[in-house]
């Protein structure tokens, strides 16, 4: 063999490691597995919108309106009496409509005279991800195809309409029924704009703050062996707890000092979510109230004890400064499967399997939570503490067994087939 | 008294028995060594008397505490010194033994450093970083924070390993001055020289066993043997 081939040879047997294809193709089932369960996006946009019409006029344009309503959606409710608004709502939320739609008496009437007629639209929103809102955008594009086949009515009619109104005859009146809330002005496109903020900075703020923390504590650990230090620091007089909650309190404030960091890079942007455009969030009722901060504020601190006592563990196992690196990525692989999910989906609107796997990793809650209290679903975010305060406790727990075990210092011993033995010491 | 007794102590890795059965005991001011080739059960033996390690059957006293029992008892009056120890790089040397000494003095931990500052004798050197430290260096520096403690029992895993004649003498010379005050010294060595010019008793281990004990003198007296390592030939031959 030349000695080009020798050295390639040799090179592709290091790199051609398990650490360096698992995470890879970890990451690869990852993208996968979200994608076929977020479904297919081009499929639900072409998809029909479930909907639901009441049409208390009887002239000619209205005729038009519930004409294309009907070609282009799955019309699941009809009447013509807008006291049936009610029961239109509840057969929609049975049958996972998207909106009522409510088409007044004088709807041609008040074209016909040069003023804008009233579409009234009551949303029915599921979820604030950024692709629960796919459906609501669905149903935004037929509005606008209504607009424009009336203005086409009114101009090859010859009506005798201002240009104004040709061109816009219609205006649209939004009321979102999300989570137990009447939300009066505004569409579900409009709430997801102004809840954007949380759905992306919030989950990209802790999974920095996981990751960043978290490699701290194994880097931790694993210099401590690198170094030679760790043998000495163990027959000190120090309790093992004292040890690994030392390590963990020093990573946690380290992580909560880059926390303040990114939220201080943030604030303008944050402040653009107090006030999204015309539309108060506090009129709406949705901003957090001091208790709601208090259980915001425990559960980002429980986490950030429960990922660092879980690395604290992994931490244990690294041999050195590179394996650390290496262990450093089932945190991030935790920290961004929620990141991704929180992002675009809620949790409301999730299948059965992500939901449990969404709620299994202890760090979701903190990323769930500002949206599950802004909508006062308390029993989200406490069962999120509890749970991840007792997955914290159990990765102490664990990481002080394994401190007072000879694992630390010493390798596996691996028995091999036919009796023989394998020993390993690090 | 003994400061340290061993009774039948047995350490398996797994399968392997590391150290199998030994026995022993060190007396107040004593320098016992443990001397054999490597992989014999030293460090295992050193390890496991410093609470590092789990017994896996027998029994260590040292001084009035079990060993198993109360480990935490034993860290406050031990010193371990591991053959390939190193500091925490991005400290000086006073810092670390500043570090140290935290542990076992709270509230007035500068005597303890004091003391530690003038073991190493380093001079100006121990307020620069560890990092910038030579092989010798930072031996002395461990040295100086194993000693510093006045341990009742110093532990010491192949004290001068790797280091220069003049450096090893050095700390040779410590570790008899510390003796003399009081610590009982339980150190081990493949240098067998070394162990012969330092130890007031030694052992020699091999397989995880002790094959021989007794004063250096006694031995060589016995095995007709100019040094120790003509006795530690003979002995496992």
């Known amino acids: 063999m030349s000695a080009l081939g020798n050295i390639l040879k040799k090179e592709a047997r290091e790199l051609m490691t398990p650490t360096t294809f698992i995470p890879i193709i970890l990451i690869a089932i990852m993208f996968g597995t979200l994608g076929n369960a977020f479904g297919n996006i081009e499929e639900e946009m072409q998809e029909k919108p479930v909907i639901g019409i009441i049409n208390s006029d009887e002239g000619n344009l209205s005729f038009i309106t519930t004409s294309i309503i009907q070609n282009y959606s799955d019309v699941v409710f009809k009447s013509n009496n807008i006291s049936e608004k009610e029961k239109g709502l509840e057969e929609l939320k049975d049958k996972e409509g998207v909106a009522l739609l409510i088409i007044p008496s004088d709807f041609s009437e008040r074209i016909l005279n040069n003023i804008p007629s009233e579409i009234e639209i009551n949303w029915i ?64 496109g409009d709430i997801t704009n102004i ?169 979701s809650h903190p ?39 000879d694992r630390l210092l010493t390798g596996s011993v691996r028995r091999k087939k036919k009796g023989r033995s394998l020993f390993k010491l690090k | 008294m003994a400061v340290v007794d061993v009774n039948n102590l047995v ?91 935290n542990f076992f003095q709270q509230k007035n931990p500068q005597q303890m450093v004091s003391r530690g500052i003038e073991i190493a004798n380093l001079g100006e050197r121990i307020d620069d970083k560890v990092d910038t430290y030579s092989k010798g260096m930072m031996r002395k520096l461990l040295v100086g924070r194993a000693i510093m403690t006045e341990p009742k029992l110093a532990i010491l895993d192949e004290p001068t390993s790797g280091l220069d004649v003049n450096n090893a003498q050095e700390i040779r010379r410590l570790v008899k001055s510390t003796a003399r005050a009081g610590t009982t010294v339980l150190l081990s060595s493949h240098n067998m020289l070394e162990v012969e010019f330092m130890c007031d008793r030694i052992a020699l281990i091999s397989n995880g066993k002790i094959v021989e004990e007794g004063t250096p003198s006694n031995l060589m007296q016995k095995y007709n043997a100019k040094n120790i390592e003509e006795v530690f030939t003979q002995v496992v031959k």
């Open chain 1, 125 to 188: 929103m599921k979820g604030a991800g950024i692709l629960d809102s796919i459906s609501s955008s669905v149903v935004e594009n037929l509005v606008y195809i209504i607009n424009r086949n009336l203005s086409i009515e009114l101009i090859s009619t010859n009506a005798t309409v201002n240009a104004t109104i040709a061109l816009n005859p219609t205006y649209r009146n939004d009321t979102t029924y999300f989570k137990g809330r009447e939300l009066k002005g505004v569409s579900p």
């Open chain 2, 11 to 101: 350490k398996k890795y797994g399968p392997i028995e590391a150290v199998n059965g030994i026995s022993f005991s060190i007396n107040r001011g004593e320098i016992f060594g443990l001397i054999g080739p490597n992989g014999a059960g030293k460090t295992t033996t050193l390890r496991v008397l410093s609470t590092l390690l789990k017994i896996t059957s027998g029994s260590i006293k040292i001084m009035e505490f079990d060993l198993q029992k109360e480990p935490d008892e034993v860290r406050k009056i031990i010193s371990y010194l591991p053959e390939d120890a190193g500091a925490y790089k991005n400290l000086s040397g006073r810092k670390y033994l500043e570090f140290i000494a």
């Open chain 1, 195 to 363: 809840l954007s903020s949380q759905s992306t900075l919030i989950p990209i703020v802790m999974m920095m703050v996981i990751i960043m923390a978290g490699s701290t504590v194994i880097s931790s650990m694993a210099l401590e062996k690198e170094n030679k230090t760790l043998e000495t620091l163990l027959t000190l007089p120090v309790n093992r707890i004292s040890i690994v909650a030392g390590k963990i309190i020093a990573s946690a404030i380290i992580g909560l000092i880059l926390a303040v960091i990114y939220m201080i890079g943030y604030s303008n942007f944050l402040g653009s979510f107090e006030i999204s455009g015309q539309i108060n969030i506090i009129d709406l009722g949705l901003y957090l109230s001091p208790s709601d901060f208090l259980l915001l504020g425990l559960s980002v601190f429980v986490t950030l004890i429960a990922a660092l006592s879980f690395c604290m563990l992994l931490g244990t196992m690294a041999k050195n400064y590179k394996s650390a690196q290496t262990l450093t990525f089932p945190v991030t692989l935790l920290a961004l499967i929620p990141m991704f999910i929180t992002m675009f989906k809620d949790f409301d609107t999730l299948p059965i399997a992500l939901k449990a796997l969404l709620f299994g990793i202890p760090f």
């Open chain 1, 367 to 405: 990323m769930m939570a500002p949206r599950a209290l802004l909508f006062d679903d308390y029993l989200l975010v406490i069962s999120g503490i509890i749970y991840v305060a007792i997955f914290a406790i159990i990765m102490i727990i664990l990481a002080v067994w394994v401190f007072k075990t």
